[in-house]
């Protein structure tokens, strides 16, 4: 019996020193995701008009993006949602910020350019929200 | 009480093979899923840029947009990866906690 319980005992033990662990659930991150998608997709329906005219609610939303960076970044165990938000607000990435840097450089944006871009915006966004609601409720 | 023992690893390997099982499926679902809209939207605007509605510089940029959607799907992936494992793990020393307290 002594060796049954210390054999469980190092298998428990094992178990606990290889330990996984990610950053759970959070319903404010989650809404946060699910806004910023539905006003990015709405943002980016006035991108057909001069940038000029929409600079200040561009600026505010890419301040959201990047207080959704900054919060997911202060969350130990969450590396792939800070990645994902690093993506989207990194010109390079062609994700929302790529989107502004491209309206802002080209005065407006072709609708159909607009049309083409608008699901993968959104599946995106998506892959976010995604991640978020399969992390665990702790 | 190796009975016990044998019973513990069991019901572990179960856990662990249901677990890979199950994210291969939904992985290889996923894949193919954006493969298939991937596909479907290459189509699409190289049909836009022979009629003229996009152009040359348009295309490129939208298949770097894709590949930008692609890495965000891995990210996905890979976060969720990590929580089905704390969720394997966790149910594991579940399974152990169980076993010891009826062994001793």
């Given at each position: 019996?002594k060796k049954?319980?210390g054999?469980?005992?190092?298998?428990y033990?094992?178990?606990?020193?290889g330990?996984?662990?990610?950053a759970?659930?959070?319903?404010?991150?989650y809404?946060?995701?699910?806004d910023?998608?539905?006003?990015?997709?709405?943002m980016m329906?006035?991108?057909?008009?001069?940038?000029?005219?929409?600079?200040?609610?561009a600026?505010?939303?890419m301040?959201?993006?990047?207080?959704?960076?900054e919060?997911a970044?202060?969350?130990?165990?969450?590396?792939?949602?800070?990645a994902?938000?690093?993506?989207?607000?990194?010109?390079?990435?062609?994700?929302?910020?790529g989107?502004?840097?491209?309206w802002e450089?080209?005065?407006?944006?072709?609708?159909?350019?607009?049309?083409?871009?608008?699901?993968?915006?959104a599946?995106?966004?998506?892959?976010?929200?995604?991640?978020?609601?399969?992390?665990?409720?702790? | 009480?190796n009975?016990i023992?044998?019973?513990?690893?069991?019901?572990?390997?179960?856990?662990a093979?249901?677990?890979?099982?199950?994210?291969?499926?939904?992985?290889?679902?996923?894949?193919?899923?954006f493969?298939?809209?991937?596909?479907?939207d290459?189509a699409?605007?190289?049909k836009?840029?022979?009629?003229?509605?996009?152009t040359?510089?348009d295309?490129?940029?939208?298949?770097?947009?894709?590949k930008?959607?692609?890495?965000?799907q891995?990210l996905?992936q890979?976060?969720?990866?990590?929580?089905?494992?704390?969720?394997?793990?966790?149910q594991m020393?579940?399974?152990?906690?169980?076993?010891?307290?009826?062994a001793?």
């Amino acid at each position: 019996m002594k060796k049954a319980v210390g054999l469980l005992a190092v298998v428990y033990s094992l178990l606990i020193t290889g330990c996984i662990s990610t950053a759970p659930f959070d319903q404010q991150a989650y809404q946060t995701a699910v806004d910023l998608k539905v006003d990015s997709l709405a943002m980016m329906d006035q991108a057909s008009g001069p940038y000029t005219n929409h600079t200040a609610e561009a600026d505010a939303l890419m301040l959201r993006v990047h207080k959704a960076y900054e919060y997911a970044k202060g969350k130990p165990g969450n590396d792939e949602t800070v990645a994902q938000w690093a993506k989207m607000m990194d010109p390079k990435d062609k994700l929302m910020a790529g989107f502004i840097a491209d309206w802002e450089a080209k005065g407006q944006i072709k609708k159909s350019m607009i049309d083409n871009k608008k699901p993968m915006m959104a599946e995106a966004y998506d892959t976010i929200i995604d991640l978020e609601s399969a992390k665990l409720k702790k | 009480m190796n009975d016990i023992i044998e019973s513990v690893l069991d019901e572990l390997k179960t856990m662990a093979v249901t677990m890979a099982k199950d994210e291969a499926k939904a992985f290889s679902a996923d894949a193919k899923d954006f493969l298939e809209r991937a596909k479907d939207d290459v189509a699409k605007w190289t049909k836009q840029l022979k009629n003229g509605e996009i152009t040359k510089e348009d295309f490129r940029d939208l298949l770097e947009m894709k590949k930008s959607v692609a890495e965000m799907q891995a990210l996905k992936q890979k976060g969720i990866a990590k929580i089905r494992l704390e969720q394997l793990q966790n149910q594991m020393l579940d399974a152990v906690t169980s076993a010891v307290l009826k062994a001793i």
